[in-house]
């Protein structure tokens, strides 16, 4: 078994949880042009009545999908391939990333003061062979304000992330609870991604 993964995705916050539990890895990501640009928009489009279960699995399959025939086509060494994907829920809506600031700002207006989910899939391919978790939390945001919304979003900290927001950063003194896997919210269970690895047989205890 080869000592690193593959790890196909763009996020900082996963690499740095991957570096947390010890796991060597090389980012698998597409070519910005020609044949392997990809359309994430398209990818991460959400089916008409799509559970936010449901959705999330299936978008971080279409990404590990693409994953695999990206590794395929440039001949790369064998090794496992990681995939992960983020979304919140609020009872059925799913709020992905922010498309510009007012979008965050309504996504964060219409979290506040409720509990939601936060959903992330991982999926890991080792040869033919597909392992797949899911990680549940629950986090409620305080009553924010208007002005607490306008700087949080001035900030830029809320694009790029499902739900407007990170918990890592300063969002972080308005949640009032949170229950599951810290690490899955921020976009990598760590749980869940190291009982996968040592299936594989990457992580040994």
């Known amino acids: 078994m080869p000592d690193f993964i593959y790890l196909a995705s763009q996020s900082p916050?996963?690499?740095?949880l991957l570096d947390q539990l010890g796991v060597r890895?090389?980012?698998?990501?597409?070519?910005?042009?020609?044949?392997e640009a990809e359309d994430a928009e398209a990818i991460e489009a959400v089916l008409s009545g799509e559970a936010p279960t449901d959705y999330v699995e299936r978008v971080t399959g279409?990404?590990?999908?693409?994953?695999v025939a990206r590794h395929a086509r440039r001949g790369l060494p064998l090794a496992p391939i990681l995939c992960s994907d983020t979304t919140v829920a609020l009872g059925r809506t799913i709020y992905g990333k922010p498309e510009d600031a007012e979008d965050a700002a309504r996504m964060l207006a219409e979290l506040s003061g409720h509990e939601h989910r936060v959903l992330t899939a991982v999926a890991l391919q080792v040869g033919a062979k597909r392992l797949t978790a899911l990680s549940v939390s629950r986090v409620r945001f305080a009553e924010?304000?208007?002005?607490?919304?306008?700087?949080?979003v001035a900030s830029g900290e809320p694009m790029g992330k499902a739900g407007a927001y990170g918990i890592q950063g300063p969002v972080a003194q308005y949640v009032e609870?949170?229950?599951g896997s810290?690490?899955?919210i921020m976009g990598l269970p760590l749980y869940e991604t190291a009982q996968l690895l040592r299936a594989a047989g990457v992580l040994r205890d």
């Open 13 to 16: 916050r996963r690499r740095q």
């Open 25 to 35: 890895h090389e980012l698998l990501l597409p070519n910005a042009d020609g044949d």
């Open 62 to 67: 279409l990404k590990l999908d693409a994953a």
């Open 144 to 152: 924010l304000t208007p002005a607490q919304i306008g700087a949080y």
């Open 177 to 179: 609870n949170l229950n």
């Open 182 to 184: 810290y690490t899955g």
